[in-house]
């Protein structure tokens, strides 16, 4: 799996970030509950239960960066 992220002002400024993606569901409510907290400013997610699949954790140990710019 990679990941890669440009920079809006310098699309030749870059970073990618390769590695064998971990899932888990260990933990998924309790960080989406702690996501919520920051970026909602709620004690707790407010859609479990609605969604149609379970909440996991995609974890990519970094085997690879390269970075540009």
Request: negative net charge; proline residues 6%.
């Amino acid at each position: 799996m990679g990941v890669s992220v440009l920079d809006p002002e310098d699309p030749y400024r870059y970073v990618s970030v390769r590695g064998e993606a971990e899932l888990t569901e260990e933990g998924a409510d309790d960080h989406i509950d702690a996501l919520a907290r920051r970026h909602m400013n709620v004690d707790e997610y407010p859609h479990h239960g609605e969604e149609s699949d379970a909440r996991v954790i995609v974890r990519v140990p970094t085997d690879r960066v390269v970075t540009g710019g």
